[in-house]
């Protein structure tokens, strides 16, 4: 049964989509690294923890593989929590099953943002800001600007020339559109076989320009082993400094 869409109409409805059905082959590890423990926690499990302090989400869904054997191992209990979808081939399928399913409880004018399984360090003000700060049609995301000198290499490993990074941003999740525009855009960019990385791309196919909101630079994508070390690090600075 789909979840009842809540009323509040002082405040835009919004849902959350958190893709979690990858593999993480470059981590080398059995284990799928949304499922990797830090402290006794998985990633996915401090990803969704900071997600469930943001008051404007209404409700979350999480996309699973088809074959995964990790999730109904955790014992993760939240009213927040709607349930899971399976996942697609590439990340933008299982957004757009994700958006599916909550098409069955929200409009096309809700809010909904995307964030992915293997950013455990995520904080909660950082996403209320997000939320705060975007409102038009274009939506938004996470970000933060490039600060090392960044260099475009040719194939034989060789400095063709060094990039201006005074534009350059280095994308983040959550990002936040609004559902129907962002099912629109999905689907438009899969048909296509156009190639998009993320939310924010499949927009920019669509023709839109969503914002950029200042995120926090310890909001890491968790993608190598060395990575997991550093997400631990910056976990454990947090809690006890209290931040």
């Known amino acids: 049964m789909s979840p ?9 409805t919004c849902w959350g989509i958190v893709p979690a059905a990858g593999i993480g082959k470059r981590m080398r590890s059995e284990v799928p690294k949304q499922y990797l423990k ?9 990803a969704l923890s900071q997600l469930w302090e943001v008051p404007a989400l209404s409700g979350i869904v999480v996309c699973i593989h088809a074959r995964d054997s990790h999730w109904c191992k955790l014992s993760i209990r939240h009213s927040k929590l709607l349930g899971t979808v399976t996942g697609g081939k590439t990340r933008a399928e299982s957004v757009i ?5 909550l098409r069955q ?21 950082s996403i209320q800001t997000l939320i705060e700060n975007v409102h038009s049609d274009d ?41 129907g525009l962002l099912e629109q855009a999905l689907n438009r960019a899969v048909s296509d076989h156009a ?10 196919y669509d023709g839109y320009h969503p914002k ?11 993608t190598i082993p060395e990575d997991l070390i550093l997400a631990s690090f910056y976990l454990h600075q947090r809690t006890t400094i209290g931040q």
């Not at 009842?4 to 835009?12: F, G, I, L």
């Open 97 to 101: 099953n994700g958006v599916r399913f």
């Open 105 to 125: 409880c929200g409009d096309p004018e809700d809010w909904v943002l995307v964030h992915d399984a293997v950013r455990p360090c995520v904080r909660s003000d």
């Open 212 to 222: 950029v909101v200042r995120g926090s630079v310890d909001n890491i994508k968790l």
């Open 4 to 12: 009842a869409k809540p009323s509040n109409s002082e405040t835009r």
């Open 195 to 204: 190639f998009i990385t993320d939310e924010a791309s499949a927009m920019e």
């Open 139 to 179: 939506g938004g995301l996470l970000a933060v600007p490039v600060t090392d000198t960044v260099k475009k290499v040719n194939p034989k490993h060789r400095v063709d020339l060094s990039i201006n990074r005074e534009s350059l941003w280095l994308a983040q999740t959550p990002q936040f559109f609004k559902l």
């Open 38 to 46: 830090i402290k006794g926690r998985s990633v996915l499990e401090y």
